[in-house]
C-alpha cells in the first residue's frame, strides 16, 4: 500500500504510543494532550488506520513517556510498602487501607509499575504514616521482607531519592 503525501505508516506512531502506555498514560489522556479525537488514538493502536497525518504524528511525538498526567514513580512507594512488611503488615493489609488491589501492590513492589497515580502515591504514604510506629500482626510477612532484602524506613536517608542506599547498620538494627 502506497503512502499519500503527508501520511506516514501508523505503525511508527502505534510504537509511540505503546511506550506512552509504558510510561503510565492513558489513550484518552494522549488523544487530550495531542489534541486527537479518542478514536483516532485507538484506531492508531489496534492497526485500523493503516496511515496517519503528520500533524497528528507530530502532535503524539512530541508526549514523553515520563511526563503522564498525574502520574508519579514508583519507588518511594514501594519501599514504603516494603518497610511496613519488614514491621509486619501484611501487603494485602496495606492495599485495603489504601485502597487498592493486591495486583497493583505486588506490581509496585517487584518493580512491574514505574509510575502510579499521584492519588494512589498519598494513599500509600497516608497507610505509611499511620502504621509506621506500630509493629504489624504478621511473622510469615517479616520472613518474606527479609528474605526479599527489604529494608525498614530508618535505613533510608531519603525514601523517595532514587540515587539513596539503604543504610546497611539501620537495616540489620531493625531486622
Given at each position: 500500500?502506497e503512502?499519500?503525501?503527508?501520511?506516514?505508516p501508523a505503525a511508527?506512531?502505534?510504537?509511540?504510543?505503546a511506550?506512552?502506555?509504558d510510561?503510565?498514560?492513558t489513550?484518552?489522556?494522549i488523544?487530550a494532550?495531542?489534541?486527537?479525537?479518542?478514536?483516532?488514538?485507538?484506531g492508531?493502536?489496534?492497526?485500523?488506520?493503516?496511515h496517519?497525518?503528520?500533524?497528528?504524528?507530530?502532535?503524539?511525538?512530541?508526549?514523553a513517556?515520563?511526563?503522564?498526567?498525574?502520574?508519579v514513580?514508583?519507588?518511594?512507594t514501594?519501599?514504603?510498602?516494603?518497610?511496613?512488611?519488614?514491621?509486619?503488615?501484611?501487603?494485602?493489609?496495606?492495599?485495603?487501607?489504601a485502597?487498592?488491589?493486591?495486583?497493583?501492590i505486588n506490581?509496585v513492589?517487584?518493580g512491574?509499575r514505574?509510575?502510579?497515580t499521584?492519588?494512589?502515591?498519598?494513599a500509600?504514604?497516608a497507610?505509611?504514616?499511620a502504621l509506621c510506629?506500630?509493629?504489624g500482626?504478621?511473622?510469615?510477612?517479616?520472613?518474606?521482607?527479609?528474605?526479599?532484602?527489604?529494608?525498614?524506613a530508618?535505613?533510608w536517608?531519603d525514601?523517595?531519592?532514587?540515587?539513596a542506599?539503604?543504610?546497611?547498620?539501620?537495616?540489620?538494627v531493625?531486622a
Amino acid at each position: 500500500m502506497e503512502t499519500r503525501p503527508g501520511y506516514i505508516p501508523a505503525a511508527l506512531i502505534a510504537r509511540h504510543i505503546a511506550a506512552l502506555k509504558d510510561g503510565g498514560w492513558t489513550e484518552p489522556e494522549i488523544a487530550a494532550a495531542a489534541g486527537l479525537d479518542r478514536s483516532t488514538v485507538h484506531g492508531i493502536v489496534t492497526a485500523s488506520h493503516p496511515h496517519v497525518h503528520q500533524r497528528t504524528a507530530v502532535a503524539v511525538l512530541a508526549l514523553a513517556p515520563c511526563n503522564a498526567p498525574n502520574r508519579v514513580p514508583t519507588l518511594g512507594t514501594a519501599r514504603r510498602i516494603q518497610a511496613l512488611a519488614v514491621m509486619g503488615w501484611p501487603l494485602a493489609h496495606i492495599g485495603h487501607v489504601a485502597g487498592m488491589y493486591l495486583t497493583q501492590i505486588n506490581d509496585v513492589v517487584a518493580g512491574r509499575r514505574k509510575r502510579i497515580t499521584r492519588a494512589q502515591a498519598e494513599a500509600i504514604d497516608a497507610v505509611y504514616r499511620a502504621l509506621c510506629t506500630t509493629p504489624g500482626p504478621s511473622p510469615r510477612t517479616r520472613t518474606i521482607a527479609a528474605r526479599n532484602g527489604w529494608v525498614p524506613a530508618q535505613a533510608w536517608d531519603d525514601i523517595d531519592n532514587p540515587a539513596a542506599l539503604p543504610q546497611r547498620h539501620a537495616a540489620q538494627v531493625s531486622a
